[in-house]
């Protein structure tokens, strides 16, 4: 099917074994496929697209974002709104203004920026977030780094590293097997360290 719609429209599309692929739009968009892939050009209002067995790749979104897939990656540009991504692939996703919740059971997540809170869970890769408001991060199979958190952190990595090369408030880190590098840098002069033994650290 080709369909052609006016921009300005809220699109509502459900494909029961197929691609959807749309152009810019200036409406809200929900897409639903059970069995293919999903790409998506620049999309002014909120999103949700959700595939049963494929990949999502949309360009920048202009209010809240969920991006859900059983089997593929996600690929988004920047946010305006929160972002919800799960999926069992990797995760990749530009600026999103507000917070980040996102899951995958067997890939990489890299969030370039976070104005709020990111949640971010792996079970098999690396967590890479640019700069972030909060963080609170999980991996069984990876690293987890930070270039800037401007909150508090919270990261686990059973089998990787952790590095933090700029933490403005407190830290809660631990690995199972793996170094832990944490520089602070906070905005509040009067800041008190703890350190504790092993591969955790307060802060």
Not at 26 to 40: I, M, W, Y
Not at 98 to 115: C, D, F, H, P, S
Not at 170 to 196: D, K
């Amino acid at each position: 099917w080709k369909i052609t719609v006016p921009k300005a429209i809220h699109l509502d599309m459900v494909a029961f074994a197929g691609n959807i692929v749309i152009g810019n739009s200036d409406g809200n968009v929900t897409l639903r496929t059970a069995g293919g892939s999903v790409t998506a050009g620049q999309i002014k209002g909120t999103a949700a697209i959700i595939t049963q067995g494929g990949s999502i790749k949309s360009g920048n979104i202009g209010g809240n974002a969920e991006l859900r897939s059983q089997g593929g990656s996600l690929e988004v540009g920047d946010v305006a709104g929160n972002a919800e991504f799960q999926t069992a692939g990797p995760i990749h996703a530009g600026a999103v203004n507000g917070t980040v919740v996102a899951e995958t059971a067997g890939g990489t997540i890299v969030i370039k920026q976070a104005r709020g809170e990111v949640r971010a869970s792996t079970k098999g890769g690396d967590i890479s977030i640019g700069d972030a408001g909060r963080i609170n991060a999980k991996t069984a199979g990876g690293n987890i780094t930070s270039q800037r958190v401007r909150g508090p952190f919270q990261g686990r990595a059973e089998k990787g590293d952790i590095r933090l090369d700029s933490a403005a408030s407190w830290v809660e880190a631990s690995t199972g097997f793996g170094n832990i590098f944490v520089r602070m840098a906070p905005e509040n002069p009067l800041f008190s360290i703890i350190w504790q033994g092993g591969t955790r650290r307060s802060c």
